[in-house]
């Protein structure tokens, strides 16, 4: 079996790759923009590397399916505040900068200091870390709070849309210029080795692990994980009323970050919107209107559905993909599409290694049986999509595997299924991927809640409805 | 199918003679319960999570384990639990329900689902009682001896009570002084059994005389114990007298009932809420339960400020300690076999079944042609020319008797069955 290494990809993944060239690792096809998952170690035989997103590592290697890995300190305690395992060794700080996790609270009129939280029902957090949040309203004794675990962009949502924000950022400065004041730091260091214990007590990693630990300037030394978290300790106090929350008079609207950035600028031209600070070229998170009545912010896709749900948004532009993944978690929930607005095509799919001799899913399951896989692994960053798919189908016994991206990684090792979309094929090509069930075409559409809304906010936005629906008629028709 | 088992972790199938066993658990606290005036009440499986959360209910280790999701509606952040705890859904329900009454005597018998590593059971279940309102000292006195009688019934021996108050520790970390967060904190320590923290305060409480380990973690009997310790601390930790004013008239009054009663002064238990005299059944140094008085629980949920008290002896380990299910049981069983499948014959056959079980027998009729039993009884049933033919044979004698009609053989068993 192979030493297998599990790095991170995104932000982290240049200074982690020349980290690992100054300790004699230089990789090929990590962070020079391959779309590949899987880099190589030239000159090194038996060394597998696989690049995850940052939160997936400390699950693969609690698992067991990496030996070692690399991610930030907030993974790894995201991972054990909820999931505390023996089988997770945090080996030692790596040389990197540090990363802190912060609460935060809005500027204005917000709470200054934790005490100002103490019996305060009803705060609403919002995280890219819900677990290390629910960690710290616990030990804050909250009464009734509620997270919102959330893609990104956690920053943007006080204190309209939440009252408390738990992001990562380099320091309080940091925290400051996002618009919040830092009330607690739940911990603070650098990207850290970690390492699975069987794997350390039974095989042989010295390959990777001796010239990691051989790294100097490795800051802070080693410690147990617990002592890593810095809980809050805070006065019990009777739990207030929650405070009521006056809906806006304003229609709220959600325009997606990231890559669906450029076609959502098309489309608000196309509909004859426009909002300072976001257009094809680039985006603030809180573009401003000269529409009297209209408020804007830029969130991400995957979480617009529940915040139209909450009625924290009126409108949001995002994908069907989105929206489905929620009502597969929420069969009730009070959104729903308002226009098909046509942009950003690609479709969702099941999609399995081309050494399958398979092309649909019917012969891929006789396969696993015929090789007695007991239980399917469908890996996905729509879980909740990946479930209702498994059920429909009949798998006998599945797991399904939340990840947060790099999906394409994942078959044929960690995974016999992937629910994925796409749209050329390129990235699964490039990963020997093959879709065998394209099962959903997603575009990008106009959700809106199903609620009734009256009086001028109605009219503006019935108005604005109207605008899209037509924008989209004549994109339809070749307009 | 492998050998593997298809059951997840933590779960237990009962099989018909644990059932057995359970039932009769239930059955002997649910009698005493009703003779003493309770009444029973049922919760829902699930709750909000937050009843769970707000101070003072659940130590922060118990919440770290409990089964929580975003139910199929919870697109608003609400999210659910697997009922952890059957008290605060006690609580819940008198609120909700019972708000307006000076007294309620309330029990359940309810699972609840903790996480536990391993092969540990994740699901237990719980013979609540719950007494809310102002009955200190009375209550607790009652509460105690209402467990221990159940304990005898069931043939628990020897059984033995473990007393202590919460107010023995909150009056050291006072002592101590700490601020009222870093109280909060230590007292979660105490509840999860930090080593550590014992040290800790002893190095702030320098004039205390004798060792705090004596106080925090040693234990002795009935009220002699208690003036002990009395004489031992209350001098430096002016904060004991109460908690131990309180402990003491517990313990005389049952020690005068007869009920054996241990004092481990600082063995709170696990729940942050309680607020008086707890108290823990044990047999053998095996716990079997245990309650106390949490007098600002009620409020906690929303309700009036209510003194309240209670306690749970868990079934399933009650249920490990009894006997298996007697043999003698089948002294008034009897099983039916109809020799032939003719419609007549099963016709006579499940009549004859009916008519036993009339008379109060446990009857079954063989539902295959070689089915073996362990019954006192069989009547065997077949046709005689038009009519049908009833003979009744009795393993204990092995003595055997034939009745041209159903009446003969009730006429034979009612005897057994104890009919007039």
């Known amino acids: 079996m192979p030493l297998k290494l599990a790095l991170p990809g995104g932000q982290l993944a240049r200074r982690v790759d020349a980290l690992l060239a100054r300790a004699g690792l230089a990789i090929s096809g990590y962070s020079d923009g391959s779309r590949s998952y899987r880099p190589r170690l030239p000159e090194r035989d038996g060394v597998l590397l696989r690049v995850f997103r940052e939160k997936d590592i400390p699950i693969q290697i609690a698992l067991g399916n990496y030996h070692l890995g690399i991610c930030g300190l907030a993974s790894v305690q995201e991972q054990l505040v909820r999931y505390p395992s023996e089988a997770l060794v945090m080996l030692r700080p790596l040389p990197l900068p540090p990363v802190g996790l912060y609460v935060g609270a809005p500027q204005s009129e917000g709470p200054t200091t934790l005490a100002d939280l103490a019996g305060r029902r009803g705060l609403r957090l919002v995280s890219e870390f819900p677990d290390l949040a629910e960690a710290f309203a616990l030990a804050a004794r909250l009464p009734a709070y509620r997270i919102f675990p959330v893609w990104g962009a956690a920053e943007v949502y006080p204190p309209e849309d939440a009252d408390l924000a738990v992001v990562a950022a380099a320091s309080e400065q940091e925290v400051i210029g996002h618009g919040l004041a830092p009330l607690h730091r739940l911990l603070a260091g650098p990207p850290w080795l970690i390492a699975h214990r069987g794997s350390l007590q039974e095989k042989d990693l010295s390959p990777l692990l001796g010239p990691l630990m051989a790294l100097d300037g490795a800051g802070a030394p080693a410690g147990r994980a617990d002592t890593l978290l810095e809980l809050p300790a805070v006065p019990m106090a009777a739990g207030s009323a929650p405070a009521p929350r006056i809906a806006s008079e304003r229609v709220r609207v959600a325009l997606p970050d990231g890559h669906q950035q450029p076609s959502a600028a098309t489309i608000l031209r196309n509909a004859g919107l426009s909002f300072a600070g976001y257009d094809e070229e680039g985006w603030v998170r809180r573009p401003t209107s000269s529409i009297a009545g209209l408020e804007v912010k830029v969130i991400r896709p995957h979480d617009m559905p529940q915040q139209v749900a909450l009625g924290n948004f009126d409108l949001a532009i995002s994908g069907r993909d989105c929206l489905l993944e929620h009502h597969c978690r929420f069969p009730a929930s009070p959104v729903a599409e308002a226009v098909d607005l046509g942009g950003g095509q690609f479709d969702l799919s099941a999609v399995v290694s081309q050494d399958l001799p398979a092309e649909s899913l019917a012969q891929a399951m006789a396969i696993w049986r015929a090789q007695g896989v007991g239980s399917i692994r469908v890996a996905s960053e729509f879980p909740a999509i990946a479930d209702d798919y498994a059920r429909t189908h009949r798998f006998w016994r599945y797991q399904v595997i939340p990840i947060g991206g790099a999906s394409e990684g994942f078959v044929p090792e960690d995974a016999e299924l992937l629910i994925e979309g796409i749209q050329t094929g390129r990235t699964l090509a490039e990963n020997n991927l093959k879709a065998i069930d394209r099962f959903l075409r997603s575009t990008t559409c106009l959700l809106a809640g199903r609620r009734e809304v009256s009086g001028r906010k109605g009219k503006l936005l019935a108005q604005l409805i109207e605008r899209f629906r037509e924008a989209a008629n004549q994109r339809a028709a070749g307009g | ?420």
């Open chain 2, 1 to 420: 199918m492998s050998d593997e088992s298809q059951r997840c972790h933590g779960m237990r199938d009962l099989l018909p003679a644990d059932m057995a066993r359970f039932r009769r658990v239930e059955a002997a606290f649910r009698d005493a319960c009703l003779a003493w005036g309770y009444q029973e009440v049922r919760t829902p499986t699930i709750e909000h999570l937050h009843l769970f959360t707000a101070a003072g209910t659940l130590a922060p280790h118990m919440l770290g384990r409990v089964y929580s999701f975003l139910d199929w509606d919870g697109w608003s952040g609400e999210r659910v639990v697997l009922r952890p705890d059957a008290t605060i859904g006690a609580a819940r329900l008198f609120v909700e329900h019972m708000r307006g009454e000076k007294l309620a005597k309330l029990f359940y018998i309810q699972n609840v689902f903790r996480f536990a590593g391993g092969d540990e059971p994740r699901e237990g279940w719980q013979c609540g009682v719950e007494l809310l309102g102002d009955t200190q000292p009375r209550g607790d006195v009652e509460l105690v001896l209402l467990g221990w009688r159940v304990l005898e019934c069931l043939g628990v021996a020897p059984a033995e009570v473990r007393l202590s108050h919460p107010g023995i520790v909150r009056a050291v970390l006072a002592q101590a002084g700490l601020e009222p967060a870093e109280q909060v904190r230590a007292y979660d320590r105490v509840l999860d059994s930090d080593p550590s923290v014992v040290g800790e305060l002893e190095g702030r409480l320098p004039d205390l005389g004798a060792s705090l380990r004596l106080l925090l973690e040693g234990e002795g009997s009935g009220s002699a114990y208690l003036a002990n310790v009395r004489n031992t601390f209350a001098g430096a930790v002016p904060g004991l007298a109460w908690p131990l004013d309180e402990l003491t008239v517990v313990v005389k009054a049952l020690g005068a009932l007869g009920v054996r009663c241990r004092v481990a002064t600082a063995a709170v238990g696990s729940f942050e809420y309680y607020t008086g005299p707890v108290f823990q059944f044990a047999a053998g140094g095996r716990p079997l339960g245990g309650g106390g008085r949490y007098d600002g629980l009620i409020a906690l949920v929303g309700g009036p400020s209510l003194p309240a008290s209670g306690f749970a002896l868990d079934a399933d380990k009650l249920a490990s300690l009894l006997p298996s299910p007697e043999a003698g049981a089948l002294e008034r069983a009897v099983a039916v076999q109809p020799i032939s499948e003719q419609s007549e014959v099963l016709a006579a056959a499940f009549a004859t079944a009916d008519a036993l079980r009339g008379l109060g027998l446990w009857t079954e009729v063989a539902l295959a042609i070689d089915q073996s039993s362990a019954c006192r009884w069989r009547v065997t049933v077949g046709p005689k020319g038009e009519a049908m033919t009833f003979t009744l044979y009795d393993a204990s004698t092995r003595r055997r008797r034939s009745f041209a009609d159903l009446d003969g053989v009730t006429a034979a068993l009612e005897v057994t069955a104890g009919a007039p």
